[in-house]
């Protein structure tokens, strides 16, 4: 179920390789988790973006530049334009979260056994209320550099997006609208 380590990964790495190997490929699958989850909210967030409005002004004069009262709303479309996107960002998290899984099985320890030892983790093992028994370090290894790939990857993202777009000074310009009334005694 693994198409994204085609050898092992030696953890922890005892050799300057293996170490380039769990660094370069965790780096990529920080870069893959990253994207997966940018591009599924983003598409979660602009799917209704895509409704769009017809109007129907057929018996409407056409001469009048103003708000017509007789302006009415013919009917929407795209749902299932909007469904869709909705649907591939629910898909792209559940991608990512994938990635997540799949990054937390590669660093799995490998099984005890032998029947003494497996009776000492069972009863002294992990217990999820004492915090200093939890895998601190299974999740070192598993997204110490994922993260350093997602940060860098969603960094290079926002430094290319923020080039790209033209630096435009929209100010609103701000109206002054000075009013005045004068009152006369009636005789």
């Known amino acids: ?5 085609r050898r092992p990964l030696r953890i922890p790495p005892d050799s300057k390789q ?8 965790e780096s990529w699958m920080g870069l893959l988790l ?3 989850l940018y591009f599924g909210v983003r598409l979660i967030v602009t799917a209704p973006e895509n ?8 018996n409407c004069n056409a001469g009048a530049s103003t708000v017509q009262p007789c302006e009415r709303v013919a009917f929407y479309t ?8 909705a649907w591939c960002g629910v898909l792209l998290i559940a991608v990512a979260v994938w990635l997540i899984w799949e990054l ?11 029947e003494f030892l497996r009776l000492l983790d069972d009863s002294f093992g992990r217990s999820w209320r004492r915090p200093r028994s939890w895998p601190w370090s ?24 923020n080039a790209m777009t033209p630096l435009q000074r ?18």
């Open 78 to 85: 795209g749902h299932l334009a909007v469904l869709m996107n």
């Open 34 to 36: 990253c994207m997966a």
């Open 170 to 187: 929209t100010h609103t310009p701000i109206v002054h609208v000075e009013t005045s009334e004068h009152f006369k005694a009636a005789p």
């Open 138 to 161: 299974r999740l070192g290894w598993a997204y110490g550099f994922t993260f350093a790939g997602a940060v860098s990857a969603f960094s290079i993202g926002w430094v290319l997006s």
């Open 1 to 5: 179920m693994s198409p994204w380590r």
């Open 18 to 25: 293996d170490w380039l190997r769990l660094a370069a490929w």
């Open 51 to 58: 409704i769009v409005t017809v109007f129907d002004y057929a």
């Open 104 to 114: 937390w099985s590669a660093v799995a320890p490998q099984p005890i056994t032998d």
